[in-house]
């Protein structure tokens, strides 16, 4: 029975991957390699994440840090009924932010730090993606 649980190091992901898990590695690869690509110093980051797609909660994702990492939980539902590959990408570096750099949500429901937000142009995700990194890296 397959618990929807993806756990990885976080310096070698590729080969921890059950085959179908392909797009969850991908768009995580993706988000890492996008956030170190923005960051002026090293990223460093915790021993192990976890990404957890939780079939029962009425929370969108959260993150909960442990003494070694931390755990991403996404709604099922709202992740592949719900979300284009844009919309996956605005909620995962969403969670990461929240994971790696403890960045809370802000009040502007145009932002996508807001609890509580809408689909986000990628130019303007992008721009307040790395506005965010610069501040905190």
């Known amino acids: 029975l397959h618990q929807d649980v993806h756990s990885f190091p976080t310096r070698r992901s590729s080969d921890l991957f059950p085959s179908h898990d392909k797009e969850v590695e991908r768009s995580f690869n993706n988000e890492m390699t996008y956030i170190r690509a923005n960051c002026k110093k090293p990223v460093e980051l915790p021993n192990k994440i976890?990404?957890?797609?939780?079939?029962?909660?009425?929370?969108?994702?959260?993150?909960?840090?442990?003494?070694?990492?931390f755990k991403i939980v996404i709604n099922a539902w709202y992740w592949n009924e719900y979300l284009d590959a844009l919309g996956r990408h605005q909620l995962l570096i969403h969670e990461m932010m929240h994971c790696i750099f403890k960045i809370r949500?802000?009040?502007?429901?145009?932002?996508?730090?807001?609890?509580?937000?809408?689909?986000?142009?990628?130019?303007e995700l992008d721009r307040q993606v790395k506005e965010l990194l610069k501040e905190n890296c």
């Not at 976890?50 to 003494?67: L, R």
């Open 50 to 69: 976890v990404i957890k797609f939780d079939k029962t909660g009425e929370a969108i994702g959260y993150c909960q840090h442990y003494v070694n990492g």
């Open 105 to 123: 949500h802000v009040e502007d429901p145009k932002h996508f730090m807001a609890p509580e937000y809408d689909y986000i142009k990628p130019e």
